[in-house]
């Protein structure tokens, strides 16, 4: 069974950094696109950032751009995102997707064929 584990969320003050990892099990994704979506409360689930099978693309969301940095260790079977300079609207649940699909999927949720379970990320101001 496949299944990808958030970790690494939690309470920090505007300013602060948090590191999240997602853990992959049950199958390797070292072929494919992984990436970070997020959800607010009352909002729709939005892309965040997302990498390339080895690791020499990535693509941000606007809003995160210049804070955040996504990144993997496909030994490990593991994608990785620093956050830093967090503000208050970085609040949410942050999820890890991975796709099964040979091809860029960039910022569509809908090309992301597994999900994690969400860790919470809370940025106080």
């Known amino acids: 069974q496949v299944q990808l584990a958030e970790s690494g969320g939690g309470l920090v003050q505007a300013g602060g950094s948090l590191r999240l990892s997602c853990a992959a099990s049950g199958r390797t994704f070292s072929g494919n696109n992984m990436a970070w979506f997020r959800q607010a409360p009352g909002k729709e689930r939005e892309f965040v950032a997302v990498?390339?099978?080895?690791?020499?693309?990535?693509y941000y969301a606007d809003s995160v751009k210049g804070r955040f940095a996504i990144s993997r260790d496909n030994a490990k079977n593991t994608m990785y995102l620093q956050m830093n300079s967090l503000k208050p609207a970085d609040t949410a649940v942050y999820y890890c997707?991975?796709?099964?699909?040979?091809?860029?999927?960039?910022?569509?949720?809908?090309?992301?064929?597994?999900w994690g379970q969400g860790t919470q990320v809370t940025v106080s101001s």
């Open positions: 997707a991975a796709t099964s699909r040979q091809y860029w999927t960039g910022s569509n949720p809908g090309s992301y064929d597994y």
């Open positions: 990498i390339s099978w080895s690791g020499d693309t990535t």
